[in-house]
């Protein structure tokens, strides 16, 4: 089974669109449909014809071009079941735990509450590929919009159990700030601190910070360490529950 091969460029102002080609079977398959003109560059530009789009949720700086890519190229769209009726052109629906082929790589769906009510990711599981789109972020994790803090938390520690090495893909390049945020509540991190700066160079040099791995943001994102003592001592919380420091960080984030 060849690689699967991997596009990732910038939509609108902020977003990450990504396309994942399938070089023996010709699927590409777009990881939501944020902008058509930069998704149709990067498949022109690779020479693929966009036969999927895996929608994570219903925002509609994730799915403002699915109909004119479906119209143009005929392909299917995938989307959370949870979300189906505000999904522009869905043909199929997806529920926690469900899987499917992509060529002969294994999808897996981990339904991730939080930032919308029926957001899910895509696990390509011996790729060790998660596209996590605005539930898990490099540093960082979504606002919570439509469910409260401690569905978010459950839905985070469905992706920690994931392998260390998996490389995650996310929805936003919002890794600078989210740096800078963590480093006012784990400042004592050494690990953190000296990703910090690493990413400030990348984004002084107008570079991307995707992708991450699940080993690196257990190490460093504060979002995902809502257990940590010394987080904890830092925000005077050592007696309360995990779901509540997360609520506590998520809405220090929120204001910073």
């Known amino acids: 089974m060849k690689p699967l091969e991997l596009d990732v460029f910038l939509c609108r102002t902020d977003n990450f669109g990504v396309l994942v080609h399938d070089p ?40 403002t071009a699915n109909l004119a890519l479906k119209e143009q190229f005929g392909c299917e769209i995938i989307g959370p079941i949870n979300e189906a009726i505000a999904i522009p052109g869905l043909d199929r629906t997806m529920a926690d735990s469900d899987s499917f082929l992509f060529g002969d790589h294994t999808v897996n769906v981990i339904e991730t509450p939080g930032h919308t009510a029926g ?16 539930t898990l972020f490099a540093l960082g994790c979504g606002r919570l919009f439509e469910r409260p803090a401690a569905d978010m938390w459950h ?24 740096a800078r945020f963590a480093l006012t509540i ?15 160079a990348l ?6 910070t995707i992708p991450t791995t699940l080993g690196l943001e257990k ?37 910073f």
């Open 186 to 200: 784990d400042p004592d991190n050494e690990r953190l601190k000296h990703r910090a700066a690493e990413i400030e």
């Open 155 to 178: 839905s985070l520690q469905k992706l920690a159990v994931l392998p260390d090495e998996t490389a995650i893909y996310f929805g936003h390049e919002y890794t600078l700030s989210n």
């Open 24 to 63: 023996e079977t010709g699927f590409t398959a777009a990881i939501d449909a944020p902008e058509e003109a930069p998704i149709l560059e990067a498949a022109t530009r690779r020479g693929w014809k966009i036969t999927h789009i895996f929608t994570t949720h219903h925002h509609t700086d994730h799915v």
């Open 219 to 255: 190490e460093t994102n504060p979002f995902l360490r809502a257990a940590d003592p010394a987080i904890r001592r830092n925000l005077v919380m050592e007696g309360k529950t995990n779901e509540e420091v997360f609520a506590e960080i998520r809405k220090r984030k929120d204001h």
């Open 203 to 208: 984004r002084a040099d107008g570079k991307f």
């Open 119 to 134: 957001h899910i990711c895509y696990h390509f599981v011996d790729d060790k590929l998660l596209f996590a789109a605005d």
